[in-house]
């Protein structure tokens, strides 16, 4: 099998834009207690599922310190985040008590040992167990609204993902409008129509 066939086969494992993923159930780690829940019981707000490789690693505390540097402006979204690794929820309270930056975090800290939620949204690693730096988006309806996904030495931004957060939130309660390239709120919008083709 080429690469280039490996790689078209991985791509189709990510969930398609509008679909619903699996309701499965997880344990989550947050304010120091261990609980399961599953994706359901966030509908009615947005969600953030923030896929890492792994605890006590390095470029993962620096994303996750950032998530909870600006977690106070994703709950103002009415959106909710959870990071998501493939370590128990066990070695997550172990990294909280160690790390001083993981101890900021106040999100749930999702466990995924069995891989099934990594599967699920396509980043699982098989040969390394690991998940893909992958980040996905749930509107209030729990459907996938918008995803990215970096190869695992390249860290992402909470602020860009804010901006990205608050276009969604834009074009789900303005139907008809689109957001252009940087667009932040505040700043004017495009309505599609022919008359625009070939002169913006």
């Known amino acids: 099998m080429k690469n280039e066939d490996i790689f078209l086969e991985e791509f189709t494992n990510f969930p398609q834009i509008g679909n619903k ?22 509908e009615g707000k947005w969600l953030v599922l923030f896929f890492y490789p792994a605890d006590f690693t390095f470029v ?38 160690d790390s001083p930056s993981i101890k900021k975090i106040k999100y749930p800290m999702a466990a995924d040992p069995t891989g ?3 599967k699920e949204f396509g980043v699982y690693i098989e040969e390394e167990g690991l998940a893909l730096r992958g980040t996905f988006v749930l509107n209030p309806k729990g459907e996938l609204a918008f995803y990215e996904v970096n190869n695992n030495d390249i860290g992402r931004s909470s602020g860009e993902l804010l901006r990205k957060l608050e276009a969604a939130i834009f074009v789900s309660t303005h139907r008809g409008q689109v957001c252009p390239a940087s667009w932040t709120p505040g700043k004017k919008t495009l309505k599609p129509n022919v008359n625009l083709i070939g002169k913006i």
């Open 116 to 118: 099934n939620l990594s």
């Open 60 to 97: 993962c505390p620096t994303e996750l310190e950032d998530m909870a540097d600006n977690y106070d402006k994703f709950k103002k979204l009415g959106a909710e985040i959870i990071s998501v690794s493939t370590d128990t929820a066990f070695v997550h309270k172990a990294w909280h008590d």
């Open 21 to 42: 993923p699996m309701n499965l159930e997880f344990e989550i780690f947050q304010n120091n207690k261990i609980n399961k829940t599953k994706l359901s019981k966030y």
